[in-house]
């Protein structure tokens, strides 16, 4: 079992923190490699736009407000929400005065050679 209340698996360079909640050796059956993080992105931090060539990402809501950019649109995030950002698209978070936390789920699981910061124009 893993819990948010545990030291996060690692930390970005922006401020999120990342739990590794659940992996592909996890699952019994792991043909579909996946894994599922909690993220929480602190108050007031805006993520460099970025993007992933092999994986899709799909983040819940958990807790907290801020905004999403999937490629030309921006999207209200608040608790209850689910967004997916589709390989390919361009994407970053904004967070208000709270922190926000969103659920992460990679597919195929998360590769940190996979990471690509998108051109500033």
């Known amino acids: 079992m893993r819990h948010m209340d545990q030291p ?17 050796s996890d699952f019994t059956d792991a043909t579909e490699a996946a894994d599922i993080d909690a993220v929480s992105f602190p108050p007031g931090v805006r993520t460099p736009p970025r993007y992933h060539r092999t994986l899709d990402e799909a983040f819940f809501v958990v807790s907290g407000e801020g905004r ?50 998108a051109e500033k124009n």
């Open 68 to 117: 999403i950019r999937l490629g030309e649109e921006t999207i209200e995030l608040r608790a209850g929400c689910c967004v997916v950002a589709r390989r390919g698209t361009v994407h970053s978070f904004e967070t208000t005065q709270s922190p926000l936390t969103v659920l992460c789920i990679c597919v195929p699981r998360y590769d940190t050679n996979d990471e690509h910061l």
């Open 8 to 24: 996060p698996d690692y930390c970005m360079q922006d401020g999120e923190k990342v739990w590794q909640l659940a992996k592909t």
